[in-house]
T-cell receptor
């Protein structure tokens, strides 16, 4: 059974700092991995999707890497801003499941202070 | 292009009642998935519909059901509500299988 873990559960940093969020999964047979952000009481916003054949994806100040063999992904946020404060979730779509069922981690809650 | 919409946004029900939630996907998207989010369990997959067929189902009791219409709009139904069903219910749509999923704002259900 696929399990997704995110460490740390919470993180506080001053504005301008670069930071890394971690995600690990137990079954390397994944189809893709997706990073989301969620603002309090809101839905999820897709940040990046990495296919299993890819090593990384970049969007603006965000860079996500994937090491499928070790079951790890990282989300790198450069020059953090207060507007980056949110909960960040990673989710995997596994090869053994039909369709698009995502297995989510519990998330990392990021707080960026000005 | 309009995003995923969910109605209603908030709902209060009592134990034993049933509830129907609605989701309209992004235009052109054929896959609709439903997730339940609670503080204790986090986000859990309920089911996915693709072209009106249930493609995948999570580990939830039969009280949770859903359907998809020919215009890709989807509904989920929860019968005989329990206190533990209080949660944020999120709908996500994608063009096809295993594509980027786009989430709606959710329906917050409170069962008293």
């Amino acid at each position: 059974k696929q399990e997704v873990t995110q460490i740390p559960a919470a993180l506080s940093v001053p504005e301008g700092e670069n930071l890394v969020l971690n995600c690990s999964f137990t079954d390397s047979a994944i189809y893709n991995l997706q990073w989301f952000r969620q603002d309090p009481g809101k839905g999820l916003t897709s940040l990046l999707l990495i296919q299993s054949s890819q090593r990384e994806q970049t969007s603006g100040r965000l860079n996500a890497s994937l090491d499928k063999s070790s079951g790890r992904s990282t989300l790198y946020i450069a020059a953090s801003q207060p507007g980056d404060s949110a909960t960040y979730l990673c989710a995997v779509s596994t090869v053994n499941q039909a369709g698009t069922a995502l297995i989510f981690g519990k998330g990392t809650t990021l707080s960026v202070s000005s | 292009k309009a995003g995923v919409t969910q109605t209603p946004r908030y709902l209060i029900k009592t134990r034993g009642q049933q509830v129907t939630l609605s989701c309209s996907p992004i235009s052109g998207h054929r896959s609709v998935s439903w997730y339940q989010q609670t503080p204790g369990q986090g986000l859990q997959f309920l089911f996915e519909y693709f072209s009106e067929t249930q493609r995948n189902k999570g580990n939830f009791p039969g009280r949770f059901s859903g359907r998809q219409f020919s215009n890709s709009r989807s509904e989920m139904n929860v019968s005989t509500l329990e206190l533990g069903d209080s949660a944020l219910y999120l709908c996500a749509s994608s063009w096809g299988t295993r594509e980027t999923q786009y989430f709606g704002p959710g329906t917050r259900l409170l069962v008293l």
